[in-house]
C-alpha cells in the first residue's frame, strides 16, 4: 500500500476529468414506456371513478347494462390493463434478471391498447358490438404483441422459478380471456352460432379468466419476487409457493368450465382456488414473519390490506358458487359488490400500493443513478410524502368500503359518497406522484460531503 | 508525478456516499462490501447486494466506480458483484442497523 492519503480525499467531489459510469441503457427498460402506460391507467381511473360519481345507479340498481359493461372495461382495460402492462415491462424484466425482448413492439402494443379499449368503452355505451369486435380485434393485436415480447424476454431467463411460472400462467390467461371475449361478441353478432352458452354465464366466465387468471395470477407470482424484497426476506417454502400456482391453474380451468356450463361442481374449483390462495398466505405470512426490516412502508400497507380483501372475496365466490343458490335480486346485488371488491378492492388497491414503489423507482433511476456516488442522491422514500400516503390509504379504505355495501341497500347516494372517497384518494395518490414527478423537472442533489443523517455514519 | 494509490479508509470513505436508494442506507453500514483490494492503483471492489435481481444492480455498482474513480492515485476501478455468501442482515453495522431499524 502506498502512503496515507489525508481522509478529506475520500469526499471530494469527483472531478470534472474523471470517468462517469452511467447505467447501460441496453440492460434496463426505458422509464418513458412503463411511464405512459401508467399515466393513461391513472387516467382511465380517474374517468371511470368520477363516472361513478355522476352515474351512481350503474353501481346501486343496474347489472349488465351498457353502462355498467363500458365502465367496467374502463376500469379493467383502460386502468388495469395499462398499468400491468406498464409495470410488467419493467418488472419481469428486473426480477427475472434479463432484458426486454423490443421497446419498439411495446410502443405499438401502447398504440393498439390505447385505441382499442378506448373505442371499445365508447361502443359498449351506445351497445354497437360490431364496432366493440373491431376496437376489441385492435386491442388483442396488441395483446398479441405484448405476450409475444414478453414470452420471448422469458425466454432469456437466467434460472427459470416460480416467478416466471406465475408471469407464463397469467400471459396464458390473458390471451384466453381476450379470445373469450372475442368469442362473446361474435357470438352476440350471431357469427358462431355453435355456441349456444348463456350469455350471462359466459360474459361471467370471461371475467374470471381476466380476473383470476390474469390478474390474480400476476400479483400472486410477481410478489413473490417483490414482497421478500422490499421487506428484506425470502421465500420459506419454494414448495409451498409453487404449489399455490398449480392450484390456482387447476382451479380456474374447472372454474370456467363449470360457470360455461352452469354446472353445480364449479364449487368446487372455488375451493381449490381458495386452497391456492391460502397456500399463498400462508407463504407470504411466514415471508413477513422472517423480515428483517421491521417497519412496513405504506406501499406494502396498501399491498397487504387489498389482500385482506381476498377473505371476503372467497366468501362471496363460495355463496355466489353453492348450487341451490336462488337468482334473485339480492344475490344480483352480491355478484355487483363481488365484482366491484375483486378489481377495486384487491386489484386496484394492490396495484396502487405497487405504484408507490415503482413510479419512484422509475424516476429516481432515469434522474439519480447517473449522479450516484458523484452526488448524494435521494432516498426513494424521500421522493413523496408519507403522511399524503396514509392519508390517501384510509380514504380509499372508506371509500371502498361504502362504495361496495352501497349495492346491497341499492342506495345510489352510498355508491356515490363512497366513489367521492374514492376521487378524493386518487387526488391524494396524484398529488404524491406530482411530487415524485418533480424530481423528473428540478433534481434534488447534494454535494457530497454534506452530512445526510439518516443514511450515513462516520467511518 | 506519480500520485500514491488511494488508502483504504479513503476508498471506505467515499464508498459511504454511495446508497441503497430503496432501503436508504449507505452500502458500507449495509454490510455491502465484502473486499478492497488494491493493486498497482486498480481499485477492485467485492461486493453483494441485499437481494439478486435488485432493480438498483446496475445503478449502485456505477456508483461505486464513480464514486472511487474520483479519487485521487485510482487508476482503475473494478467492482465484482457476488451472491456467495449471500447478504444478510448480521453483516450491517451498528449504524446500519440503527438507520434500517433492521433486527
Not at chain 1, 133 to 139: C, D, K
Not at chain 1, 347 to 356: D, E, K, Q, R, T
Request: aromatic share 12%.
Amino acid at each position: 500500500m502506498a502512503a496515507s492519503l489525508p481522509i478529506s480525499v475520500g469526499v471530494k467531489p469527483a472531478p470534472v476529468s474523471a470517468t462517469v459510469f452511467t447505467p447501460s441503457k441496453a440492460s434496463t427498460t426505458s422509464i418513458r414506456l412503463p411511464l405512459q402506460f401508467m399515466v393513461v391507467g391513472l387516467l382511465a381511473l380517474f374517468t371511470g371513478t368520477g363516472w361513478l360519481v355522476a352515474q351512481p345507479d350503474i353501481l346501486a340498481v343496474s347489472r349488465y347494462t351498457p353502462g355498467a359493461v363500458a365502465v367496467t372495461h374502463l376500469f379493467v382495460l383502460g386502468w388495469l390493463c395499462s398499468v400491468v402492462m406498464g409495470a410488467v415491462y419493467q418488472l419481469v424484466p428486473v426480477a427475472l434478471e434479463t432484458k426486454l425482448h423490443s421497446e419498439r413492439l411495446a410502443q405499438w402494443q401502447f398504440v393498439f391498447h390505447i385505441l382499442g379499449f378506448v373505442g371499445m368503452v365508447f361502443m359498449f355505451q351506445t351497445w354497437n358490438m360490431k364496432w366493440v369486435g373491431y376496437f376489441g380485434t385492435v386491442l388483442t393485436l396488441g395483446v398479441v404483441l405484448f405476450i409475444y415480447n414478453i414470452a420471448r424476454t422469458l425466454g432469456h431467463v437466467p434460472k427459470w422459478n416460480v416467478i416466471a411460472t406465475g408471469v407464463v400462467s397469467a400471459l396464458t390467461w390473458l390471451l384466453l380471456t381476450i379470445t373469450a371475449g372475442l368469442f362473446l361478441v361474435a357470438g352476440q353478432r350471431g357469427y358462431v352460432p355453435v355456441l349456444q352458452f348463456n350469455p350471462i354465464a359466459a360474459m361471467n366466465a370471461h371475467a374470471h379468466l381476466g380476473a383470476v387468471g390474469f390478474f390474480t395470477m400476476l400479483i400472486v407470482g410477481v410478489s413473490y419476487k417483490l414482497v421478500p424484497m422490499f421487506t428484506l426476506s425470502e421465500i420459506q417454502n419454494h414448495g409451498r409457493a409453487t404449489a399455490s400456482i398449480v392450484l390456482l391453474n387447476v382451479g380456474l380451468i374447472g372454474l370456467f368450465a363449470g360457470i360455461l356450463l352452469q354446472q353445480p361442481w364449479k364449487l368446487v374449483f372455488v375451493l381449490v382456488i381458495v386452497a391456492a390462495l391460502t397456500l399463498y398466505g400462508w407463504e407470504l405470512r411466514t415471508i413477513l414473519r422472517a423480515r428483517k426490516r421491521r417497519a412496513l412502508d405504506w406501499g406494502v400497507m396498501y399491498f397487504l390490506t387489498a389482500l385482506v380483501m381476498l377473505f371476503p372475496l372467497s366468501a362471496l365466490a363460495v355463496v355466489l358458487c353453492w348450487p341451490s343458490l336462488p337468482a334473485n335480486q339480492f344475490t344480483g346485488q352480491l355478484e355487483t359488490v363481488y365484482g366491484f371488491l375483486g378489481f377495486i378492492g384487491f386489484v386496484s388497491f394492490a396495484i396502487l400500493g405497487m405504484l408507490y414503489k415503482i413510479i419512484p423507482f422509475l424516476i429516481w433511476f432515469g434522474i439519480y443513478s447517473k449522479h450516484i456516488g458523484r452526488s448524494q442522491v435521494p432516498a426513494l422514500a424521500d421522493m413523496y410524502s408519507a403522511p399524503l400516503q396514509a392519508a390517501g390509504y384510509w380514504t380509499f379504505l372508506a371509500g371502498l368500503l361504502a362504495t361496495a355495501m352501497a349495492p346491497l341497500f341499492a342506495s345510489v347516494t352510498g355508491v356515490r359518497a363512497g366513489c367521492g372517497l374514492l376521487v378524493l384518494s386518487l387526488v391524494i395518490f396524484a398529488m404524491n406522484v406530482g411530487k415524485i414527478l418533480s424530481h423528473y423537472f428540478r433534481p434534488k442533489l447534494t454535494p457530497l460531503g454534506v452530512n445526510r443523517t439518516t443514511t450515513r455514519t462516520a467511518p | 508525478m506519480t500520485a500514491n494509490p488511494p488508502t483504504e479508509a479513503a476508498i471506505l470513505e467515499a464508498l459511504h456516499q454511495v446508497i441503497d436508494p430503496e432501503i436508504n442506507c449507505n452500502i458500507v453500514d449495509l454490510g455491502l462490501i465484502y473486499s478492497v483490494v488494491i493493486t498497482n492503483g486498480v481499485v477492485k471492489v467485492t461486493m453483494t447486494l441485499t437481494t439478486p435481481g435488485c432493480p438498483m444492480h446496475e445503478s449502485i455498482s456505477w456508483g461505486v466506480k464513480n464514486a472511487l474513480s474520483g479519487l485521487e492515485g485510482a487508476k482503475d476501478v473494478e467492482v465484482e458483484i457476488v451472491w456467495d455468501p449471500p447478504w444478510n442482515p448480521s453483516m450491517m453495522t451498528e449504524a446500519g442497523r440503527a438507520i434500517t431499524g433492521c433486527r
